[in-house]
């Protein structure tokens, strides 16, 4: 089993900036693709940004340029830096984690999420 728990999330005024954390762990053999979602209120479930285990990157339109998304393999960690906070940006992230653990072949496991609201 895989537990993915996200931490980070602040209530924070519009134009300043939040580190989320996720960490990954338990029976992880191998990580491949790790990624932020997010669902605002009375929104979809929207992708923010993924990366593989390469570091190769994308990113949702409307965060190009203010979000940068990084990992830590050693630690099986995962973070979303976020910069010139958008009252939009308000909504809570989820993170995902594509991995494979010494009894199964490779799914997506999933944080519960972390609350950021930004104030206008």
């Known amino acids: 089993q895989v537990q993915v728990v996200e931490s980070g999330g602040d209530l924070v005024q519009a134009g300043g900036s939040l580190r989320l954390s996720c960490a990954a762990s338990?029976?992880?053999?191998?990580?491949?693709?790790m990624g932020w979602y997010r669902q605002g209120p009375g929104k979809q479930r929207e992708l923010v940004a993924s990366i593989t285990s390469s570091g190769s990157t994308n990113y949702a339109d409307p965060v190009k340029g203010r979000f940068t998304i990084t990992r830590d393999n050693a630690k099986n960690t995962l973070y979303l830096q976020m910069n010139s906070l958008k009252a939009e940006d308000t909504a809570v992230y989820y993170c995902y984690v594509t991995a494979a653990t010494n009894f199964r072949s490779a799914r997506d496991y999933w944080g519960r999420g972390t609350q950021v609201t930004v104030s206008s």
């Open positions: 338990g029976s992880i053999r191998s990580i491949n693709a």
